[in-house]
């Protein structure tokens, strides 16, 4: 029995790395650039969020009051983030009809609460920023990281479009991106390319929003968390220390 069960144990990581390692591609993943603690960035990322995500994806996990914690105001939050509802404590319900989002993408697409935890903040800083154009596809769409993806490039206004481009290094296929049309958030740059640097910070404030909003509580919690530790070190092991004394004090 105990073979067994640890047959089955390994074979449910072993499934679970190589689905990993199919959904990534073996595409390396750029370090997102989270910072919970940054109140501007998260505001920002909440409003792209409702703008570019919502319409299609739900984070019913996700109310609107929580976004109070960031440094928004009630009224700001009615007035630029809250267009599915009207009550500033319901959740972040999808605008999209289930049904009509499963016609037209094949699947219903996914709600996003917990998908920093899931997929991992570089996973998604990564993949927000590696479509291309790719005409075989039913969108006209593809993504470096996770291939033959349904999702259309939804952000593709402020980033432009960008084309795959393979070579050969000795028996490997590298691939390449390459921005053949600039965006909104793209510059020229001083050696004729393009600059994606503000798209890229568009893109981090958003995967720092959604990282935050797979669990509210972390930065709260972290500072309960410093907070135990200081009483224990500079109070509680003084106390302990005291009374260890006084209760030996008389054994020689």
């Known amino acids: 029995m105990k073979k067994l069960i640890n047959s089955l144990l390994f074979a449910l990581l072993a499934s679970t790395a190589v689905s990993s390692i199919a959904a990534s591609g073996n595409v390396h993943l750029d370090k997102a650039p989270i910072d919970l603690r940054n109140a501007e960035s998260l505001q920002r990322g909440a409003q792209t969020f409702v703008n570019y995500c919502l319409s299609c994806h739900g984070a019913i996990a996700m109310r609107y009051n929580r976004l109070k914690d960031i440094g928004l105001t009630e009224a700001q939050i009615k007035d630029n983030l809250m267009f599915t509802t009207d009550k500033v404590g319901n959740p972040m319900k999808v605008a999209m009809d289930a049904k009509e989002a499963k016609v037209w993408f094949g699947a219903t697409p996914p709600d996003l609460s917990l998908i920093a935890r899931s997929r991992g903040s570089d996973w998604l800083y990564t993949y927000l920023r590696t479509f291309y154009r790719d005409e075989t596809r039913p969108t006209g769409w593809n993504n470096l990281v996770f ?9 593709w206004q402020l980033q432009g479009e960008q084309v795959l481009e393979t070579k050969k290094e000795g028996e490997h296929e590298v691939h390449t991106l390459k921005l053949v049309k600039p965006g909104l ?16 910070h568009r893109v981090a404030d958003l995967v720092n929003y959604m990282t935050y909003m797979s669990e509210p509580a972390q930065v709260k919690r972290e500072q309960i968390g410093y907070a135990v530790v200081l009483f224990l070190l500079f109070i509680l ?3 302990t220390y005291l009374l260890k004394k006084e209760y030996w004090k008389d054994v020689h």
């Open 147 to 155: 291939d033959k993806v349904g999702m259309p490039h939804v952000l």
């Open 237 to 239: 092991v003084p106390l």
């Open 185 to 200: 958030l793209t510059r020229g740059a001083e050696n004729g390319g393009f600059d994606n640097s503000e798209f890229d």
